[in-house]
């Protein structure tokens, strides 16, 4: 591509014209690059533990290494789901106010999600 | 669409109105839109797991309304999102790492095969939970 049109000055920086560089696009794609291994795994081990009841799930969430899955799943999922969210904002919501207060919103639920699923896991697997 | 501005070759914004309906472009407007569906599913994912360390009531009671018919539908439309955003998400990692799968009639015959993906391993991951 043809970069002539930007500034020295704007190059050496590297932030573009959103102002925040390739952070958000290196993210995504490394939290999708975790979710193509820990979603395959999440599915199919979920799928067999649902029909085994509460004793069944509870069982399956405290093994050591689901639990580690089971959280590395949740932070990649929703910090993924975070920033995909944001990118749907930013496409559709003009007004900047509203724009803004989304976004917060964005964050906080999936923070919050983070929060109450790594919580569970871990209750979960210590309890047992 | 061609820059009628000679000298500037500046991409030009794509006017929605001409463009022609195809595979890619429905394969990318699904990708958005099952990214989004499941954000809304995972609240229910998220709930499963919290009510798992609540207690055997709790866990019951979100059990049950994932095993309600409306529950069992919308469950199925969240496993097609999970499959078509996992196939179409490594789709666009192979776009964006290594840049292959460009040519019309790769992205095109790769984004048909993206839909029956979906709906095959959707399918296989109902007849586990089922069967298994």
Known sequence: MNSSYRTPLARAR?????????GHFIQQRVTAI??????PWFVVSAALAVPA???????????????????LLAAAAFFHMRLGMQVVIEDYIHKHGMKQALLILNAFVAISLFAATAMSVLKVWIGS | MASTNTGDSRPLSPHLQVWK???????????????????VGSVLLAAWIVSAATGPEAYEAVLGVMLHPVGQVFLFLWTLAVTYHFANGIRHLLWDGPKVG????????????????????SAGIWALAYYA
């Open chain 2, 21 to 39: 309906f195809h595979a890619t472009m429905l394969a990318s407007i699904m990708h958005r839109m099952t990214g989004v569906g499941l954000y």
């Open chain 1, 14 to 22: 590297g932030l573009g014209s959103a102002k925040e560089g390739v």
């Open chain 1, 34 to 39: 975790a979710l193509v291994i820990l979603v």
């Open chain 1, 53 to 71: 009841g509460y004793d069944g799930a509870v069982e399956w969430m405290a093994k050591p290494w689901n639990a580690i899955a089971l959280i």
């Open chain 2, 102 to 121: 460009f040519s019309p009639k790769v992205a095109s015959a790769w984004s048909v095969f993206n839909f029956v993906f979906a709906i095959a391993a």
